[in-house]
């Protein structure tokens, strides 16, 4: 099993989640977040004052799949998220070792 997580910018989340769907991938977790990585934020002016906009807002989505679904998982997100400009994000692939159901009590791929 892997758990993929992606990072990706928040207008992109809707496409991201239909075109998983579309390939049979359902399950996930999403959180709102905050961060930046090469491009360093921004600059904004607000009301006549320049300042700096250090942690953008991201959208995170977390999905723990068998091995081949989280390579499929990974390709839609890469292909569906990306703009093409800075700041499109990343996504990162990791073992699981073991996956609980609480509810039934199923253990590994089944509980997922």
Excluded: C
Aim: glycine share 10%; net charge neutral; charged share 30%.
């Amino acid at each position: 099993m892997k758990k993929v997580e992606a990072i990706i910018k928040p207008f992109k989340l809707e496409e991201v989640k239909d075109a998983l769907s579309e390939v049979g991938i359902e399950g996930m977790t999403v959180t709102e977040v905050k961060g930046f990585g090469r491009q360093k934020g921004h600059t904004e002016i607000y009301r006549g004052s320049e300042y700096t906009v250090d942690f953008l807002p991201k959208m995170k989505i977390e999905l723990v799949l068998s091995d081949k679904q989280a390579e499929l998982a990974v390709q839609t997100i890469v292909r569906v998220a990306r703009t093409g400009k800075i700041g499109d994000g990343k996504v990162f692939v990791s073992a699981i070792e073991e996956a609980v159901r609480i509810r039934t009590g199923e253990q590994g791929e089944n509980a997922v």
